[in-house]
Structure formats: structure tokens, C-alpha cells
């Protein structure tokens, strides 16, 4: 299939710019979420995050709408607008998460089966994150296995919680026990608030991107961190949008106070972990700047992480703006800051052949 792309205005560079936090949904998950939608009790975030797109006739939900579900012309068409020369896909929020464990493990095969197909169509264009249905780790831990088999997929995303449940609890470990076995990232994407957390945030509007889902990823991160996951499985690799949901800018705090609180033996859950929570997260960790254009705190996130550890994304459709691309190429970077940023760091995260 031949594309014939808009001349671009950014100058020529020596890297493709590879974005790494991009979704997409297959129509028949709107479909079932239509269903979930429809059933009284909906949870509140869903209803908040996913209702409200599907809903409304505002123009920015039904551009997000017409792009979720497009995987070919007008997807590629925005790439070449912007300047993207790959996005790296991955199922929107809340995937299968927010479905009954029978309806989320029978759809997910299929939505990474259509993932692969869009991936064969444009394959200069589109990799992609193997989809789970944590809801069963053990049929997590086989898709994983066979996307990797039969598509080589070599990346996983989880929209943070499941319901209200936290990988840090020990039965979803055999997601991390696949995933370090087989080298493939896990990406761990937002998700709306679970109910038990909704309350203030909702009633101040602030339950959303805004700040809500920086929030609870980063606490879902953290749980994953304090509970020792990374002790279990050392050589297990996690992603972080967002400038890492905030993380890396509270780790002196982190370390001073998970050592305080180790030592104070207060709760059950803070057992000593083998290393400092900064540790696992320049160690364990990779961050996209998704939905974060800005300067100082990129540089920050890379004086932290290294710049080996810091990787472009978008966050299309929801934060379709060409603009940030020129604004990120404007940061002072070195010219090889830069080309790890856009291109070499996720060829090497997410094991691209391009
Ligand atoms: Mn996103």
C-alpha cells in the first residue's frame, strides 16, 4: 500500500522519530464497552473516561473516536503531518480490563490478532504491545507467549489497575514471570480511577489526565516497586508515560521515607527490598514523555533516568498536536540526546527492526 505523505516542515534529521505511546481500539471493543455502558452500576471512571468519548458530540471526542479505530489512511496521514515515522500501538484504556474475565479473555486474542494484521499491512510504519486481559495471569502469561511466537511482538501494555487490583499483589505475577522470561517490556499505561479512589478527584474535575490518572499509575508503579517485584524478577523491564507519572521527581522523598518506613516495620506491606525505589527506577524503568512537551522537565526525567531511558511518545489521539513535535526538537538536546530520544531508545525498548 503506497501513502503519499504531506511535505513535512521539520528539518531533515539523521533519526526517524519513533512514537511510543500510541492507541488505537478495534470497533468491537467499543462495542462491548457500549454494552458495559448501558448496565446500571458502571463504574464511575469508566463511565467518566470511555462513556464520555463514545457520548460526546464535542469535536475533540469524535476526532479521538474517528482515530481510535482507524489503523491505516488517516492515521498514517496525521503520522506523516506531524513528522512520526512510526508509532509503537497500544490498546486504549481501559483495554480489557474494565470486562468480566470470560468477555476480556476471549476478546483479547482478537484485538492483538488485528494489532499484527495492521502491523503486516504497514509494516515500515506501525509496531505494537501485545494486550492483556490481566483479569487471568495464567492466560496472560500464554498470550504473551504466542504473540511473541507467531508475531514477534517483543512488548506488553497493562492500563494499571484491573478493577481495582494491583499487579503488586502476588497472584498477577505470572504476568512478570513471562514477561522477563521472554524480554518484552511491560508498558504500564493509565487507567481511570478505580472506585475506591474516585471520589475527591471526581468532584473537583480533576479525576482525568489532568492529574488523576498521574496519581494512581504512579502509586500502581510504586506498589510494584515496594512489594519487590524487581527482587523476584530482576531482569523485568517496565515503561512509564507521562515523565514517569511524576516519580522521578519525588525520589529523593521515596528513598529517605521507604527506608524510614522499612525500619519503622508499621505495615505488612513494606518489607526491605533488596535496593532504593530510585534504584528500580533508573534500573528497571523506561519513560516516555507522553503528554508532557516540555523542556525542563524532560531534561530533568534525563539527568535522572540517563539518557538512555527516556523515549518520545505522543499519546495519539488524545494529545494529537503537530506542533509539540517542533516544540521537543527545540529542547537543547546534543544531536545523539536526540536521536536516542526519538529513535535509538525504542528500537532498543520495544526491539524494532527498522
Ligand atoms: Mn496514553
Given at each position: ?159 494499571s ?26 508498558y504500564l499505561h493509565p487507567n ?17 489526565a489532568?492529574y488523576g490518572f498521574g496519581v494512581e499509575t504512579g502509586l500502581h508503579a510504586l506498589?510494584i ?13 517496565m515503561v512509564l508515560g507521562h515523565m514517569g507519572e511524576a516519580l522521578p521527581f519525588w ?30 527506577l533508573?534500573?528497571?524503568f523506561?519513560i516516555t514523555n507522553s503528554g508532557v512537551?516540555?523542556?525542563?522537565a524532560?531534561?530533568?526525567t ?53
Open positions: 500500500m503506497t501513502h503519499s505523505p504531506q511535505k513535512l516542515d521539520l528539518p531533515t534529521r539523521p533519526y526517524r522519530r519513533i512514537a511510543t505511546e500510541e492507541a488505537f481500539s478495534p470497533p468491537e471493543m467499543l462495542e462491548i464497552y457500549r454494552k458495559i455502558l448501558a448496565k446500571d452500576n458502571v463504574d464511575v471512571g469508566f463511565k467518566n473516561l470511555m462513556g464520555f468519548y463514545m457520548s460526546s458530540p464535542s469535536e475533540r471526542a469524535q476526532h479521538i473516536m474517528r482515530c481510535l479505530v482507524d489503523l491505516d489512511e488517516l492515521r498514517i496521514a496525521h503520522m506523516d503531518a506531524s513528522g512520526i515515522d512510526i508509532q509503537v500501538l497500544a490498546l486504549t484504556s481501559p483495554g480489557a480490563q474494565i470486562m468480566d474475565r470470560e468477555t476480556a479473555v476471549s476478546f483479547i486474542p482478537n484485538a492483538n490478532d488485528e494489532l499484527a494484521a495492521a502491523i503486516k499491512r504497514h509494516p515500515t510504519r506501525f509496531a505494537g504491545m501485545v494486550a492483556l486481559a490481566p483479569q487471568d495471569p495464567a492466560a496472560s502469561a500464554k498470550e504473551l507467549q504466542r504473540c511473541a511466537d507467531l508475531y514477534g511482538m517483543r512488548s506488553a501494555v497493562i492500563n489497575h484491573t478493577q481495582g487490583e494491583y499487579l503488586s499483589d502476588k497472584k498477577f505475577w505470572p504476568i512478570f514471570e513471562a514477561a522477563e522470561a521472554l524480554n518484552m517490556p511491560i481511570s480511577l478505580p472506585a475506591q479512589m474516585i471520589d475527591p478527584f471526581i468532584e473537583a474535575g480533576l479525576d482525568g489532568i506498589r516497586i515496594t512489594s519487590g517485584v524487581f527482587d523476584q524478577f530482576p531482569n523485568l523491564k525520589a529523593y522523598r521515596l528513598d529517605y521515607m521507604h527506608n524510614a518506613t522499612v525500619r519503622s516495620k508499621r505495615y505488612e506491606a513494606i518489607q526491605p527490598t533488596k535496593r532504593k525505589p530510585s534504584e528500580y533508573k534500573e528497571n523506561y512537551a516540555w523542556g525542563p524532560l531534561q530533568f534525563q539527568a535522572f533516568m540517563g539518557t538512555d531511558r527516556v523515549l518520545y511518545a505522543m499519546d495519539y489521539p488524545y494529545q494529537y498536536l503537530p506542533e509539540e513535535v517542533d516544540m521537543l526538537e527545540r529542547v537543547d538536546m546534543t544531536p545523539e540526546v536526540k536521536r536516542q530520544f526519538f529513535q535509538d531508545n525504542a528500537v532498543k525498548v520495544f526491539d524494532l527492526k527498522i
